[in-house]
């Protein structure tokens, strides 16, 4: 039977190859993560909005703390078309998901400036965990820390609902 860490590796292998014909065919620019990377099983399981935010982050950290993943993510993606650009999509494909998902923990009250400012917190915090993950000794263990620790605050903010 295979190893957690084996399907991991399996997961993270078929994430690379899926944007990597991507990137051929449509150009980094017209890739969504969407488009890449299939939904995380555990993101299926988690049950409330918290529990499914950290779970998605928990998978992109896997995902980014691959060294070729890191590389375009991190390094060559920002620096091919530019911070400004990069951000640009980041937040059409990343911020979208991040939206629907910030709703959703806010409740159906929340007003739309809320959730945009939650929303920019959350890709803040999130490109920030990824970041620290890409530099530590024991990435899975870096994630697992912040997703978990990111979940906590998220379960917080929902907590409080909207304001």
Aim: contains cysteine; hydrophobic residues 50%; charged residues 25%.
């Amino acid at each position: 039977m295979p190893s957690q860490a084996d399907r991991r590796a399996a997961t993270v292998a078929k994430i690379l190859a899926g944007a990597r014909r991507l990137f051929a065919t449509r150009g980094f620019e017209q890739a969504s993560i969407d488009d890449i990377a299939p939904i995380s099983p555990e993101v299926l399981k988690a049950r409330d909005p918290a529990s499914q935010i950290a779970a998605a982050v928990l998978s992109y950290l896997l995902a980014a703390s691959d060294a070729e993943v890191r590389r375009i993510l991190l390094i060559d993606g920002p620096a091919v078309i530019g911070w400004r650009k990069w951000r640009e999509i980041d937040d059409r494909f990343f911020g979208a998901g991040a939206r629907s998902a910030v709703k959703r923990l806010l409740g159906e009250a929340a007003a739309a400036r809320e959730v945009e400012a939650t929303v920019h917190l959350l890709m803040g915090a999130v490109m920030e965990a990824a970041l620290r993950c890409a530099a530590a000794d024991d990435p899975e263990a870096t994630a697992r820390d912040l997703s978990s620790a990111l979940e906590r605050m998220l379960r917080g903010i929902a907590r409080n609902g909207a304001g």
